[in-house]
């Protein structure tokens, strides 16, 4: 009887002990989820000359070249040629992904939620930013294969990715496939 009587004991702390840890873990997680280390932060300011929502633009019909002006279409092309629509909202903070960019000392900036909406200026809080020329730019978009021209820009250094948020932020914002789909050949 006495045996029984602490073996119930042990149970009820045990489940105690789990259900502390349980939720020290989530609330940890979702702490990680929207606090990016400080030494990756930084703030740029929030520099919005404009807003644009767009209709998507194939690459494929885009006819660019160094003369044209750069536009949010254009960009909403470049960020489709990289699969950039398969991200989404981080499910805890429901926070859209964020990338801002920088096309010879033009900003914009995309917000993305399955749809891609890029904006004129910066945003304050990216998760990635993605910097090149205007010529790295018309040449990635006038490739017969912008993916590969993109991946090759980037691998050589024209294009640069610089990332802000926590690796768990990217993760829940669908930012890990996103990731592998650049560095991998096809």
């Not at 205007?134 to 294969?145: D, M």
């Amino acid at each position: 009887m006495k045996r029984g009587g602490v073996l119930r004991k042990n149970n009820k702390e045990l489940f105690l002990t789990l259900g502390i840890l349980i939720i020290f873990a989530a609330g940890f997680f979702v702490y990680a989820s929207v606090t990016a280390p400080e030494k990756l932060r930084f703030s740029i300011g929030n520099e919005i000359s404009g807003n644009a929502v767009l209709e998507p633009l194939s690459s494929k019909n885009l006819k660019i070249n160094e003369n044209t002006e750069i536009t949010p279409k254009i960009l909403v092309s470049l960020l489709e040629s990289i699969n950039a629509e398969k991200l989404h909202k981080n499910l805890f903070t429901r926070k859209n992904a964020i990338i801002n960019i920088e096309i010879s000392e033009e900003k914009f900036y995309a917000e993305i939620d399955g749809e891609i909406n890029v904006l004129e200026g910066v945003h304050n809080e990216p998760d990635i930013a993605i910097k090149t020329t205007k010529q790295e730019l018309v040449a990635v978009l006038s490739s017969s294969n912008s993916m590969n021209a993109f991946k090759d820009s980037l691998s050589a250094g024209r294009i640069s990715l610089d990332i802000f948020a926590s690796k768990v932020n990217l993760f829940l914002k669908g930012y890990l496939s996103f990731y592998n789909s650049l560095k991998t050949k096809a």
